[in-house]
């Protein structure tokens, strides 16, 4: 199969940098004629052919951008070029899967591995979109975009300066259930997906801008977030490069499930990295508080390198200890169908004040360390970890903080770990300095 040329940008602009990830559903005659014009050249010339996302796959009716919409415009990009895709008849990919690997190039020479994911929780993107219509429009099909533009949280929106707690009051997003306006701020000056980002004001946003981002935040705040705290500052997540509708990509991972079997000093390696983002989620300069409402097997991942870092941030929640929370009167009551995208609207909000310190490493205790961890290690080492498991996945209920029991933890895992190359990303250094 060849490669496919799609696009997703409307402005006309010579491409400097090509984007190039996993093909989506493009017409193939057109398509074929632009790979031959590309082959036959060394530059790609413009084209324009069609495109079949279709309005459940991306969320908005048309982006109107390209994916990575900051990278696009600040290399005036007009095209995506994708690789092979990986089912034989260019279709959509099964509702089913969730995530898909692709290509990502910005020299058409070398190539880095990419992940698009479906932004989605506890319904399938098209039976919630479907259901915008239903009850907004009452009718069987719409304009899903059209019909969020009649809503009174949008209109408040369009007449806003500034993002403020009750634009975002009743969203579903763990994001947005303890608002500071400091976090909200952040969250307007730092939105890729704009030009002239850097203001907390929201004038250099058009309708439709701040339409995608309203509906982003109410979908799944893992793309925001990762453009708020990106990994480049040394936050554990990975690269973001754009993200559209319910459609995100960013930087190829593996899924620390696929490390449950792994050896003795790889589970070790794994569980203290792990201990370690929990500790600069709970700690760190911004005076951020980051908690998981949720972990699973696919929170977490790991780079090629053996770097591990927070791979679905979706369930992170985040607490403002420098200026507090400014939760809005009624809160917890006030939903519309934008509180409702992805979860039952009866489902109830979790309170700021319930979160506790340990909040985060007791689910990792429960969920995720013992397959990590059991069974890997020789008696004596072994039962001081599962004795440890058992009381963190308690509450740890002899009165330590999570900082000690982390502490505690790291103690007994740090003398199993290696240092040779599977660790790359503190290899060599591993050598010459205790700290890796």
């Not at 908005?60 to 990986?86: M, V």
């Not at 993107?125 to 975009?145: G, N, P, V």
């Not at 634009?167 to 030009?195: H, K």
Request: net charge positive; charged share 25%; aromatic share 10%.
């Amino acid at each position: 199969m060849g490669r496919w040329i799609c696009c997703l940008c409307s402005r006309v602009a010579d491409p400097l940098m090509l984007l190039l990830v996993l093909a989506l559903g493009c017409n193939p005659s057109t398509a074929a004629a632009a790979a031959a014009a590309a082959a036959a050249s060394p530059s790609v010339p413009h084209v324009k052919p069609s495109y079949s996302f279709g309005r459940t796959f991306l969320g908005l009716d048309k982006c109107n951008a390209c994916i990575g919409t900051s990278i696009c415009k600040k290399f005036f990009k007009e095209e995506i070029r994708f690789d092979t895709w990986l089912s034989s008849h260019l279709k959509l990919p099964p509702s089913s899967l969730l995530s898909y690997s692709g290509n990502y190039t910005d020299d058409a020479k070398s190539w880095r591995l990419v992940d698009i994911t479906r932004l989605t929780s506890k319904y399938q993107h098209d039976r919630a979109d479907k259901r915008i219509c239903t009850s907004l429009l009452r009718t069987r099909s719409c304009s899903l975009e059209r019909a969020l533009r009649r809503t009174q949280r949008f209109q408040k929106w369009l007449r806003a300066k500034r993002l403020t707690p009750d634009l975002v009051q009743g969203l579903s997003s763990p994001l947005l259930r303890c608002p500071s306006q400091r976090l909200l701020d952040r969250i307007v000056r730092r939105y890729a997906e704009v030009p002239d980002a850097g203001s907390i004001y929201m004038d250099h946003l058009t309708d439709r801008d701040k339409l995608r981002l309203l509906y982003t935040l109410a979908v799944n705040s893992h793309p925001i977030l990762l453009q708020i705290f990106p990994d480049v500052e040394g936050w554990p997540f990975p690269r973001y490069l754009g993200s559209c509708g319910r459609l995100l990509v960013s930087a190829s991972t593996r899924p620390l499930r696929d490390f449950f079997g792994a050896a003795p000093e790889v589970a070790a390696d794994l569980a203290l990295q792990l201990l370690a983002v929990l500790r600069s989620m709970a700690t760190n300069d911004l005076n951020y508080f980051f908690y998981f409402t949720h972990v699973d097997a696919g929170t977490f991942g790991v780079f090629s390198n053996g770097h591990l870092f927070i791979r679905d941030a979706s369930t992170l929640g985040v607490i403002d200890k420098e200026e507090g929370s400014q939760l809005i009167d009624g809160q917890q009551e006030y939903k519309d169908i934008f509180s409702c995208l992805t979860v039952d609207c009866q489902s109830a909000f979790v309170s700021c004040d319930s979160i506790r310190d340990q909040h985060s490493l007791v689910m990792v205790c429960q969920d995720l360390l013992p397959k990590l961890l059991s069974g890997k290690f020789l008696p004596p080492v072994q039962e001081s970890i599962d004795a440890f498991l058992r009381r963190c996945a308690r509450g740890l209920g002899d009165g330590s903080g999570a900082s000690e029991a982390m502490a505690e933890l790291a103690g007994i895992l740090k003398p199993l770990r290696s240092c040779d190359s599977r660790f790359a990303y503190r290899y060599p250094d591993c050598r010459y300095s205790d700290k890796y």
